[in-house]
């Protein structure tokens, strides 16, 4: 059964720092990897989409990248502003399955 | 890129009533799913819902208490039955169109309260 792992839970940072999120999943046999946003009481909004044979996507502060063989994702936030604060979710489309799995999430919150 | 919306958009219900979320898409699209996310938690898939047939259920999720309607490619309902405290939750709609390699989006979420 597939899992996703993200690390970590909770990260506050200064604005302007450079930080990292970390995604892991247990089965590599994955059609794409998906990076969500989502604000407080709020629904999701896709940031970068990574499909399995491709390493990195980005969008403009944002770069994503997979290796789908040791089963990691990273997303990069450049130069973070007070915005991005919100909870980063990171899922994965199984070859097996239908519907994208989720991690729990990491919370990002960027002071200024 | 598809965009979903949902309603209601929140409502609180009392313990023992049922409530029907709809969900509707800006464009044909070859899936849809529900997803509930409980309070401080991620997502997790109640259902793929089948245009014209069955929904089909993951493990701990049944249609008695979620029975799933999809009558054509760009809607859909999920009713949340015989609600208690513990249906309180963000129920999601999400589509996908074409085929698995394509982005998956999702609606803005009920978010409902049980008392």
């Known amino acids: 059964k597939q899992e996703v792992t993200q690390i970590p839970a909770a990260l506050s940072v200064p604005e302007g720092e450079n930080l990292v999120l970390n995604c892991s999943f247990t089965?590599?046999?994955?059609?794409?990897l998906q990076w969500f946003r989502q604000d407080p009481g709020k629904g999701l909004t896709s940031l970068l989409l990574?499909?399995?044979?491709?390493r990195e996507q980005t969008s403009g502060r944002l770069n994503a990248s997979l290796d789908k063989s040791s089963g990691r994702s990273t997303l990069y936030i450049a130069a973070s502003q007070p915005g991005d604060s919100a909870t980063y979710l990171c899922?994965?489309?199984?070859?097996?399955?239908?519907?994208?799995?989720f991690g729990k999430g990491t919370t990002l919150s960027v002071s200024s | 890129s598809a965009v979903i919306s949902q309603k209601p958009s929140r409502d609180i219900c009392q313990r023992g009533t049922s409530l029907t979320i709809q969900c509707q898409v800006d464009?044909?699209?070859?899936?849809m799913f529900w997803y509930r996310q409980q309070p401080g938690q991620s997502l997790t898939l109640i259902a793929t819902?089948?245009?014209?047939?069955?929904?089909?259920?993951e493990s701990g999720f049944v249609i008695d208490k979620f029975p799933i309607s999809r009558p054509n490619l760009t809607f859909s309902t999920l009713t949340v039955s015989n609600m208690s405290p513990e249906d309180s939750s963000i129920y999601l709609c999400?589509?996908?169109?074409?085929?698995?390699?394509?982005?998956?989006?999702f609606g803005p979420g009920t978010r409902l309260t049980v008392l």
């Open positions: 464009s044909q699209v070859t899936m």
């Open positions: 089965d590599s046999a994955i059609y794409n």
């Open positions: 999400s589509a996908r169109s074409g085929s698995d390699y394509n982005e998956q989006f």
């Open positions: 899922a994965v489309l199984n070859q097996a399955g239908t519907a994208l799995i």
């Open positions: 990574i499909q399995s044979s491709q």
């Open positions: 819902a089948n245009q014209g047939s069955e929904a089909t259920y």
